[in-house]
């Protein structure tokens, strides 16, 4: 039974700065690639960042250089650090994984005010 719980959204301001975690089980984490997502309000859900098991990296064009995504296999958890956050990085995280089918979690609300 894969689950993912996403945490450390919250209120930033612009050019501020917060650190989601996403915590997994069912899974043998160590050999699975974590992605991120983001939906924001009226918008069709966008992939932001993956990391594969080898810790190999890709992230959205508008994000790179801010964000920056990461793994603890020993905790099961991949992180997303956002820096120099925009009003544009508003919307529910989220993160996924493949098993037979993708996995998702249940996400976490970030806003970034002007």
């Known amino acids: 039974q894969v689950h993912l719980v996403e945490s450390g959204g919250g209120l930033v301001q612009a050019g501020g700065s917060l650190r989601l975690s996403c915590a997994a089980s069912g899974i043998i984490f160590s050999v699975h690639a974590m992605n991120w997502y983001r939906q924001a309000p009226g918008k069709q859900r966008e992939w932001v960042a993956t990391?594969?098991?080898?810790?190999?990296?890709n992230y959205v064009e508008s994000v790179k250089g801010r964000f920056t995504i990461s793994r603890d296999n020993t905790k099961s958890t991949v992180y997303l650090q956002m820096n120099s956050l925009e009003p544009e990085d508003t919307g529910v995280y989220y993160c996924?994984?493949?098993?037979?089918?993708?996995?998702w979690g249940q996400g976490t609300q970030v806003t970034v005010s002007s």
């Open positions: 996924s994984t493949f098993r037979m089918r993708q996995y």
């Open positions: 990391i594969s098991s080898s810790e190999g990296t």
